[in-house]
């Protein structure tokens, strides 16, 4: 390989890179070196071939897709030859056939390896007055997605038993580890809809070796259960959430801390789960020392409603009941940030074909989540705020709009203009708009089309007959 080749594919990851932030001038900026994703391609034996779709090209491509409001082919393609015009390079072609075959070569755990790279990497980066009382905390959450009803798909990710066939969608669950001070996915389950061993719970303990010790997991109350909370002890990580509705809660029992809030101990369940091997079920500890504690969500105008938190934190002067409380109410970021991939990103209706490239373009998805994350938190701590209080669906139209002034401005003029970028960034903050009620209700009647209830060469036939 020459070193006009070698320059050449430095300078498309150095190219890649400033179009997200990744200036060495700014903070964060060490979250996706080069040197990364270098060695990303080399342990996966991508090789460095510097053609019109090279790895570099195609990931940028990917990435630039999922992040577009028009997420088609056609339109990245048609996108890609413009850019290629303003940097006086040859035409290429505007079919979509290469790009597509050039996708299907990019291997999954590359797009693993950076997303799980770019999430930790800002986290360890958070500033400190971003933590909870200076503790690491991660969210869990999972939802569903939906794809190209197609017979791979199907095979892999069926639809609902709700559904006959060929009505239906193929359906996806996912699960979410989220860093709770800067927002960035950290780990991905991905898993059929239903079936044994699918549920989110069963992807939350695949996760729990990526967590370290010391830190506290915060979930929802399906997820509080006995035996993942002993394995997330053993590990050194704390648990918070919502007491499952099945376990029944008397605050006359055990050591009292407080009005509605005591630490009781939690017998280990008699019979082994199947998922656990008898040698993992012995290992476990014959009971859990848990805090339990009641709070009471005041809105004026409304019922209070009240709810038990359990957790590990046992020690009352360290965590007081107001700061766990306050802690557990901060679980809703993991539904916002699910939200914003979900309707701001379009990752709610995946375009792919095939199981393989489906999982790809999630992981697709949440790196470029992973990046735009990072330019916030970049734009936080260059302006003293918090990342939760800027939003991301303006960031990242704000980041779209500097993209192609990024892409072509003089590398003296760069570090100016990324400054210009983050203050915009940081200027879109939500509001703070308490006890806020939208119903969720749309104004504008959809079109009068009738619901499909038969597959679709069926319904071809019966509208043939009627005309």
């Known amino acids: 390989m020459s070193h006009s080749i070698r320059w050449s594919f430095q300078q498309q990851i150095d190219w890649f890179r400033r179009q997200f932030a990744q200036h060495a001038g700014l903070p964060f900026a060490n979250i996706l070196p080069a040197a990364v994703i270098v060695t990303a391609l080399q342990t996966l034996g991508v090789p460095f071939y510097n053609s019109l779709?090279?790895?570099?090209?195609?990931?940028?491509?990917?990435?630039?897709?999922?992040?577009?409001?028009?997420?088609?082919?056609?339109?990245?393609?048609?996108?890609?030859?413009?850019?290629?015009?303003?940097?006086?390079?040859?035409?290429?072609?505007?079919?979509?056939?290469?790009?597509?075959?050039?996708?299907?070569?990019?291997?999954?755990?590359?797009?693993?390896?950076?997303?799980?790279?770019?999430?930790?990497?800002?986290?360890?980066?958070?500033?400190?007055?971003?933590?909870?009382?200076?503790?690491?905390?991660?969210?869990?959450?999972?939802?569903?997605?939906?794809?190209?009803?197609?017979?791979?798909?199907?095979?892999?990710?069926?639809?609902?038993?709700?559904?006959?066939?060929?009505?239906?969608?193929?359906?996806?669950?996912?699960?979410?580890?989220?860093?709770?001070?800067?927002?960035?996915?950290?780990?991905?389950?991905?898993?059929?809809?239903?079936?044994?061993?699918?549920?989110?719970?069963?992807?939350?303990?695949?996760?729990i070796p990526s967590l370290e010790a010391g830190e506290v997991l915060l979930t929802d109350r399906y997820l509080c259960s006995y035996m993942e909370i002993a394995l997330l002890q053993r590990r050194g990580v704390d648990f918070v959430g919502q007491m499952h509705a099945r376990r029944k809660v008397d605050f006359r029992r055990g050591r009292r801390l407080g009005p509605c809030d005591h630490v009781v101990e939690w017998n280990k369940p008699q019979r082994q789960p199947d998922w656990m091997s008898a040698e993992d079920y012995a290992a476990l500890p014959e009971t859990l020392t848990i805090r339990e504690f009641r709070c009471r969500i005041i809105r004026k105008g409304y019922q209070t409603r009240t709810l038990v938190v359990a957790t590990t934190l046992l020690d009352a002067q360290q965590y007081p009941l107001d700061e766990i409380a306050r802690l557990y109410r901060l679980r809703w970021d993991a539904e916002i940030n699910l939200r914003s991939l979900k309707t701001m990103m379009h990752m709610d209706v995946l375009r792919c074909q095939t199981p393989d490239m489906v999982r790809k373009e999630i992981w697709a998805h949440l790196l470029a989540y992973n990046l735009i994350r990072t330019v916030i938190a970049q734009a936080a701590a260059r302006h003293e705020k918090d990342p939760r209080q800027i939003s991301f669906t303006r960031a990242m139209r704000t980041l779209e709009a500097f993209r192609p002034a990024i892409a072509h401005v003089p590398r003296g003029q760069l570090a100016e203009l990324y400054e210009h970028m983050l203050t915009a960034i940081a200027s879109h903050e939500i509001g703070n708009r308490p006890d806020r009620l939208e119903p969720r209700q749309r104004k504008r009647r959809p079109k009068p089309y009738k619901l499909m209830t038969t597959p679709r060469n069926q319904a071809r036939k019966q509208e043939a007959k009627k005309r």
């Open 53 to 207: 779709y090279n790895p570099v090209t195609v990931l940028w491509l990917f990435l630039s897709q999922v992040i577009h409001a028009n997420p088609t082919l056609a339109v990245t393609v048609e996108c890609f030859l413009a850019w290629r015009l303003t940097q006086g390079m040859s035409c290429c072609s505007t079919g979509t056939g290469a790009y597509a075959r050039a996708r299907q070569r990019l291997p999954e755990a590359l797009l693993a390896m950076l997303t799980r790279h770019t999430g930790r990497e800002a986290d360890r980066a958070a500033l400190s007055q971003w933590r909870w009382l200076g503790r690491v905390v991660k969210l869990f959450d999972g939802s569903t997605v939906s794809m190209p009803d197609t017979p791979e798909n199907q095979g892999a990710f069926p639809q609902s038993h709700t559904q006959a066939p060929g009505v239906g969608f193929p359906l996806a669950r996912i699960g979410v580890l989220f860093s709770l001070a800067v927002g960035t996915v950290l780990e991905l389950g991905i898993r059929r809809w239903a079936g044994k061993h699918q549920s989110e719970l069963a992807m939350l303990r695949d996760m």
